[in-house]
């Protein structure tokens, strides 16, 4: 294996046609009305869907909301969660208030549900059994901070009974008690959980974070630059961790970042944003960061990478199921510039290679009057053997005067097709950037075979997840939310005949309702005792 290398590579990047995904058919849609004030929009939709086809979405919202015949009321800026089954039908929804946001869901086969997000102050997390569970946030100088500085990891059954949660609550380092030169603002120390996903040994996540937070018998600990020795600044870590499937035993798997504080005024190199996925209960992962950092796992295998404090780089890595670093390689991307903030947002798999879906920012004209900022999509094709085979294809994203500022949402097929989902802003002529105005900057891409396509059928979605064969969306655009399945199944109805039994046939939507004739769409296909699913084209 190469355990270990001391120089980066350049990323190859290719340019290439769109090319074709997998034929989208839509199931169905559903849509919730008024979730928010339009200048409260928080373009934060993230969804699941299971191997049965349920859906299960989170958000945002400030208005009285309802799913179908599920109601919830608003009392200030909440979360939903929400189900809805193969057909359409919302079964249940619960809020999480207050002040708590979902970026993360997944399920296991046993239909139980994984939120992870962030919250601030005292959050009540709503359950269908009418037991709800009260947890706190993080606090500064005894106060809770106003900002979501804190995470969470929940689980729910299939009927949205509320089992446990898991809070991550950052402090401060230890080294900075009673010290007259730290300064902590809201949104310094933090702890953030971006990912969660659940295999046979528990239920997994990543998280970038500073300062000490202590779960249990585990800490992740952050590190520090002791700026001339009277300035303390925080340094970014970031770590997968690993829970029991009841939330609790909660350890580290890997850590990235500074391993000895820095006493520098220029080398403020710190990691960034990670992800993973799990293959063979195996964990692949992806770090980001810029510096000499240093990977850790378990009691041993620390390696320090060598690269320079200005040099920005993804570090690939294999985490075996003993806790062993097996394959790493760390893979240098081009340069763009300016300030570098490069972020990896899915990993999965097709066949033999891991696949690690990104962003990172671009400029045109750059120092000048006609500067334009943008992101660049990127997939890194690793064979799981041979690290140092891989291999980046890009897509630049460039749209008159939208600014595209990452991914919002990722999932990806088993044939190796990813869905990225991204998010922009308009800027003005001087280049200024006028958040708030979001109209027509949310852009859905696939990507299969080596190239990206935009997806026509969720053009504007925010969420996207995918299953088996199924492809879920959720779509905000300042006036309603739109959920809306879709199944990849190249099946389809050729003609309509009966069996040799004579038997009569009959065809249902999936709402239960008889079609005389079926056109185009998913249908159920009853003769005698048989009963099928079709897609007629």
């Known amino acids: 294996m190469n355990r270990f290398l001391l120089s980066a ?24 009305t008024l979730l928010s004030a339009a200048d409260k929009v928080a373009y934060n939709s993230p969804v699941a869907v299971d191997a049965d086809g349920n859906m299960i979405a989170a958000g945002n919202f400030d208005i009285n909301a309802t799913f179908g015949d599920v109601a919830l009321s608003a009392d200030d800026f909440e979360s939903y969660i929400v189900k809805y089954d193969k057909t359409g039908v919302a079964k249940w929804a619960v809020s999480i208030s207050l002040g708590a946001t979902v970026k993360d869901i997944t399920t296991d086969a046993n239909g139980n549900i994984f939120v992870a997000g962030s919250f601030a102050d005292e959050v009540t997390f709503g359950t269908t059994s009418g037991e709800t569970i009260t947890k706190e946030g993080a606090k500064i100088d005894g106060d809770f901070t106003p900002s979501q500085n804190a995470s969470f990891i929940a689980k729910y059954d299939a009927n949205g009974v509320l089992k446990q949660v898991q809070t991550f609550v950052p402090e401060p380092l230890p080294v900075f008690n009673g010290s007259e030169s730290y300064f902590p603002m809201d949104g310094d120390v933090f702890f953030r959980i971006n ?47 690993k829970c029991d499937a009841d939330l609790s035993g909660c350890s580290a798997v890997a850590t990235y970042g500074v391993d000895t504080p820095l006493a520098t005024e220029d080398d403020q190199y710190q990691a960034g944003v990670a992800t993973f996925g799990i293959k063979d209960n195996n964990v692949y ?73 990104g962003s990172e920012p671009f400029a045109e004209n750059y120092g000048t009057p006609e500067e334009r900022l943008s992101n660049r999509l990127f997939v890194i094709t690793a064979p799981l053997a041979n690290f140092e085979a891989a291999t980046t294809e890009a897509k630049e994203i460039a749209e008159g005067k939208i600014n595209y500022n990452g991914i919002k949402s990722a999932a990806a097929l088993a ?81 309509i005949l009966s069996d040799d039994a004579n038997a009569p046939v009959e065809y249902f939507n999936l709402q239960g309702q008889r079609v005389a004739n079926p056109s185009e769409g998913v249908f159920i296909r009853r003769q005698g005792s048989k009963a099928t699913k079709i897609m007629v084209k």
């Open 415 to 495: 044939d190796g097709t990813i869905y990225l989902s991204t998010l922009g802003y308009y800027s003005d002529v001087e280049g200024d950037n006028k958040k708030g105005d979001f109209a027509g900057t949310v852009k859905t891409f696939s990507f299969s075979a080596g190239e990206f396509a935009p997806v026509a059928v969720a053009e504007n979605a925010i969420g996207v997840a995918a299953a088996e064969d199924y492809v879920a969306f959720a779509t905000e655009n300042g006036v309603e939310t739109k959920f809306s399945l879709f199944n990849t199944s190249d099946s389809a109805v050729d003609e």
């Open 285 to 357: 992962a992806v770090f980001s960061g810029n510096g000499p950092l240093t990977i850790s796992s378990g009691e041993y295998n620390e390696i320090t990478l060598d690269a320079e404090p200005s040099s920005y780089n993804y570090l690939l890595a294999e985490i075996t199921e003993s806790g062993e670093l097996g394959e790493m390689y760390p893979v240098a991307c081009p340069e763009s510039g300016f300030q570098t903030n490069y972020i990896p947002a899915i990993v999965t798999f097709s066949g033999e290679n891991m696949l690690v879906a």
């Open 9 to 32: 590579i350049a990323c190859s990047v290719s340019y290439g046609a769109f090319a074709t995904a997998p034929a989208l058919n839509k199931v169905w849609d559903a849509s919730a």
């Open 195 to 241: 990912h969660i996903e659940v295999s046979d040994n528990g239920v997994y996540a990543s998280a970038i974070y500073t300062g000490k937070t202590t779960v249990g018998n585990t800490s992740f600990e952050g590190s520090y630059n002791d700026f001339l020795g009277f300035m303390f600044l925080d340094l970014k870590s970031s770590a997968i961790l």
